[in-house]
């Protein structure tokens, strides 16, 4: 079965389902997955920090919250916290802003924050699709631990 994510969405599953979310941009796509055990997890980060939003009550919606809710799920899904590795892909700059707006890269902070909180958790990251400017769809399967990243006019890519 095939389990979705949505924007600012997160979900667990185990193999042998897989986890899709569509239309990453500036968003993240965070994997959480135990190896061993096959237990995985994807929060779909739109904003790096819940912090400087009055109005966060979503705790998927940011880096900080949601990679958190993500690993507390993953591990009462039967994740071994002590195995867990992470894959992200996204953080695409998407448009184009001219003068002193370009200096917002949302894609790029939100890449920034991931990595961040990851560390702080001591979750290593194994690998990454970051940056550009193209939007991405990703398919996580927990089985072999692919994940699969499909980017209008390239190859798909598997990390």
Do not use: W
């Not at 912090?51 to 958190?68: L, M």
């Not at 953080?91 to 991931?114: C, T």
């Not at 699709?129 to 072999?144: A, I, K, L, Q, S």
């Amino acid at each position: 079965m095939e389990i979705k994510v949505g924007m600012a969405d997160m979900n667990v599953c185990s193999s042998p389902d897989s986890i899709i979310t569509l239309g990453l941009g500036s968003c993240v796509g965070v994997i959480l997955y135990d190896p061993v055990s096959k237990h995985s997890g994807m929060v779909h980060v739109m904003l790096p920090d819940s912090t400087v939003i009055s109005n966060n009550s979503n705790v998927a919606k940011f880096a900080d919250t949601g990679i958190e809710e993500l690993l507390k799920r993953v591990i009462a899904l039967g994740a071994d916290r002590d195995k867990l590795i992470a894959k992200i892909a996204g953080g695409a700059q998407m448009f184009s802003l001219g003068g002193a707006k370009s200096a917002i890269k949302v894609g790029e902070r939100n890449v920034e924050a991931v990595k961040k909180k990851l560390q702080e958790l001591g979750i290593r990251l194994v690998a990454e699709d970051t940056g550009g400017n193209c939007g991405r769809t990703v398919t996580f399967f927990p089985e072999t631990g692919d994940y699969l990243i499909k980017t209008i006019g390239k190859e798909p890519v598997t990390i």
